[in-house]
Nanobody, 124 residues
Framework: QVQPVESGGGLVQAGGSLRLSCAAS????????MGWFRQAPGKEREFVAA????????NYADAVKGRFTISREAAKNTVYLQMNSLKPEDTAVYYC?????????????????WGQGTQVTVSS
């Protein structure tokens, strides 16, 4: 089973940038679509960004569109989330997830394997 592991979270001031990484074990990484979700205290987990297995199709939540970029590097079995112009409302635990779907999927129910999460805190 492919298991994603996130890294790259931390504390940053508003307007700053962070890059999250998601490394997935297993030789079959290239068969999976990948997504990023986040969960703030007291709120439900929400979709942030997704990328299909070929990397040719991406999708973003309206709240992060134009500020965040998802990409994948197959040779390193890694997916990235570049986050620019961060806002305090971006503060959350960010989760990487894997889906066997070949379609673009945006809901938590469509993802099959989850990482443990990495904390992102944006101070005002």
């Amino acid at each position: 089973q492919v298991q994603p592991v996130e890294s790259g979270g931390g504390l940053v001031q508003a307007g700053g940038s962070l890059r999250l990484s998601c490394a997935a074990s297993g030789r079959t990484f290239r068969r999976y679509g990948m997504g990023w979700f986040r969960q703030a205290p007291g709120k439900e987990r929400e979709f942030v960004a997704a990328i299909t297995l070929t990397g040719g199709n991406t999708n973003y939540a309206d709240a992060v569109k134009g500020r965040f970029t998802i990409s994948r590097e197959a040779a390193k079995n890694t997916v990235y989330l570049q986050m620019n112009s961060l806002k305090p409302e971006d503060t959350a635990v960010y989760y990487c997830a894997i889906t066997i779907s070949t379609k673009m999927v945006l809901t938590t129910e469509d993802y099959d394997s989850w990482g443990q999460g990495t904390q992102v805190t944006v101070s005002s």
